[in-house]
């Protein structure tokens, strides 16, 4: 007879009492609310053919959870708890799984790091030193150290695959319009921001993704025929440059990807050279709308000022939804000629915590040297990241897949091959 999902909440429960004060993942749980889902889960008729049927879920505290305030990392929200559950939480909750609890993220998921002010940093759980990412970088720490199963994310410029590469566990970005947007908005960001998983395994990954998109699970097949696979170490920003180990982690990816019967040929995308401009001022624009109505004076110091920035961008018109920008039609031409791009998702492993403590532009320049991911935010593809090993400091690496909008399948078909040619590593249990 399986395990209940009462009995599995009781030992996440525990694990969490254990792990959450030194790792911080999770910003917000309910013990009472959790065991309350859980039993609602083993009361469900036909559980069994439930896809997500008693797992754990922990949800970015940016999404609205019956029970829980959404407090977006900050201070100057509200913390009255949200009074019914968002779409999204209503369709993982329909397939079988329970909450655990809300994940930490930075101040408005502005950055790629998880360190707010308010509620103190999340930690990774490789090594409680360095950043898990960000900004889902709670969920992929609480999936990292078992606490949760499955995370559900946001990914604005790398927001899913960062942490996942941080934390040595699965992350994909979809493009938009297959996940809805949490409180039924068309756009968030200039249509920078999309929802999706992060897991432990590519099989765990399709299947939550698939329950978000509002559609049956299938079995992931192996992909038919030999794929034309794009690989780039160039950096999309003038200057960014790779480090070695990283460098062999795709390298090694590589050979696995011709080991499958796959051709693999350099091919460096079409990055404009002015692609930072671009996203900074949707992206500035977007923490604008993100902050109107919220006190100033309780925001941080530096997203007060990025408030004020993309505010005075918005009123220049500056900055326009994504899908007018010429890169989405370059890239549409790119791929044309390949089927998937493998490239680096960061530069290095998890860099350490407090790091990044100065003003906004200082660490808006740095961070973007770290991060090889906004780019495909503002050219509306699908992006993953996937575990490459571990670093010489020990330290999860990771590469990304990028594939054309409609392609996230095909995507994660590859990623479960290359998963099954090198197993993702498993952090050691305490």
Same mark, same amino acid.
């Given at each position: ?12 429960? !525990? ?43 922990? +949800? ?5 959870? !019956? ?88 990914? /604005? ?11 040595? +566990? ?5 493009? *938009? /319009? ?96 002015? +692609? ?10 977007? +923490? ?18 990025? !408030? ?27 791929? /044309? ?58 330290? *999860? ?8 909008? /409609? ?24």
């Amino acid at each position: 007879m399986p395990e209940t999902a009462v009995d599995i909440a009781r030992r996440r429960l !525990a694990l969490i009492e254990r792990l959450n004060p030194a790792l911080g993942a999770l910003v917000a749980v309910q013990p009472d609310l959790v065991l309350e889902d859980a039993a609602r889960v083993d009361a469900l008729p036909d559980l069994e053919r439930r896809p997500l049927a008693r797992v754990p879920v922990a +949800i970015k505290d940016n999404v609205d959870v !019956a029970g829980y305030p959404t407090r977006h990392g900050s201070a100057a929200t509200s913390t009255e708890p949200a009074r019914q559950d968002d779409e999204l939480v209503r369709r993982l909750r329909e397939a079988g799984a329970f909450v655990v609890g809300k994940s930490k993220l930075p101040e408005l998921a502005i950055w790629p790091f998880t360190e707010p002010q308010a509620f103190g940093p999340a930690r990774n759980p490789w090594d409680r030193s360095r950043t898990p990412g960000g900004s889902t970088g709670g969920g992929a720490a609480a999936v990292a150290s078992g606490m949760a199963r499955l995370a559900l994310g946001s990914d /604005g410029g790398g927001s899913i695959r960062i942490p996942a590469a941080c934390c040595g +566990i699965f992350g994909i970005k979809p493009a *938009p /319009g297959l996940v809805p947007l949490p409180g039924g908005v068309e756009s968030h960001w200039l249509g920078l921001s999309a929802h999706g998983p992060l897991a432990p395994s590519v099989t765990e990954a399709a299947a939550m993704l698939d329950v978000l998109a509002g559609r049956d699970p299938e079995p992931l097949e192996r992909p038919e025929g030999s794929l034309r696979v794009a690989v780039s170490l160039k950096h999309p920003l003038p200057g960014g440059r790779v480090s070695d180990e990283v460098r062999r982690a795709v390298r090694d990816t590589v050979l696995i990807l011709g080991a499958e019967g796959h051709r693999v040929t350099v091919a460096d995308p079409p990055y404009p050279p002015d +692609i930072g401009p671009r996203f900074i001022r949707r992206w500035l624009a977007g +923490i604008a709308e993100d902050a109107r109505g919220l006190d100033p004076s309780r925001l941080e110091t530096r997203t007060r000022a990025m !408030a004020r920035a993309g505010a005075a961008i918005a009123r220049r018109g500056w900055a326009t939804a994504v899908e007018r920008d010429s890169f989405q039609t370059a890239m549409a031409g790119f791929f /044309g000629r390949w089927d998937l791009l493998l490239m680096p998702t960061l530069t290095s492993t998890a860099v350490p915590i407090g790091k990044w403590r100065g003003g906004w532009i200082r660490t808006s320049l740095s961070v973007a040297n770290w991060i090889l991911t906004p780019a495909w935010n503002l050219a509306g593809v699908a992006a993953a990241s996937l575990p490459a090993g571990l670093g010489e400091d020990g330290l *999860p690496l990771g590469v990304q897949l990028v594939a054309a909008p /409609g392609r996230e399948r095909l995507l994660l078909e590859v990623a479960a091959r290359i998963e099954a040619r090198r197993p993702f590593p498993t952090l050691a249990a305490e």
